[in-house]
C-alpha cells in the first residue's frame, strides 16, 4: 500500500501559478498511475488530471486543459502538478491519489489510495 501526502497549496491571486507536490512512501510508487482531483465546497470531488506510471501518457480535464501540467519523478516518488493562469473556479482542496490497476482513467472509483488534500485558494 502507498502513502500519499499533498503540500503546495495556498491563498493566491487570479492569474498566478502554483504548483503543488504529493510525497508518496511505502509500496513502490512507479508501480502505480496517478491522478490529481479536486473537490469544491457543496460538490462532488472531481478529475483533474492523471498520468501513467512512465509518465508517458497523460489525461487532462477540459476545464484545465493548456493551464494545469501533471508530472511525475519516480526517482524521488513523487507526483506534481503545475498551475498556471489560475482562476477563481480552481478554488477547491487538491487530493493525489493512486490507482494500481492498468488503465489511465478519469474515474476515481479506480484509485484506491488518497492523500489528505491540500487547499487552493484563488481570489479575483
Known amino acids: 500500500q502507498v502513502q500519499l501526502v499533498e503540500s503546495g497549496g495556498g491563498l493566491v491571486q487570479a492569474g498566478d501559478s502554483l504548483k503543488l507536490s504529493c510525497a508518496a512512501s511505502g509500496r513502490a510508487f512507479d508501480s502505480y498511475q496517478m491522478g490529481w482531483f479536486r473537490q469544491a465546497p457543496g460538490n462532488e470531488r472531481e478529475f483533474v488530471a492523471a498520468i501513467r506510471w512512465s509518465g508517458s501518457d497523460t489525461l487532462y480535464a477540459e476545464s484545465v486543459k493548456g493551464r494545469f501540467t501533471i508530472s511525475r519523478d519516480n526517482a524521488k516518488s513523487t507526483l506534481y502538478l503545475q498551475m498556471n493562469s489560475l482562476k477563481p473556479e480552481d478554488t477547491a482542496v487538491y487530493y493525489c491519489?493512486?490507482?494500481?490497476?492498468?488503465?489511465?482513467?478519469?474515474?476515481?472509483?479506480?484509485?484506491?489510495?488518497w492523500g489528505q488534500g491540500t487547499q487552493v485558494t484563488v481570489s479575483s
Open positions: 491519489a493512486a490507482n494500481p490497476f492498468l488503465t489511465l482513467t478519469t474515474e476515481k472509483d479506480r484509485y484506491l489510495h
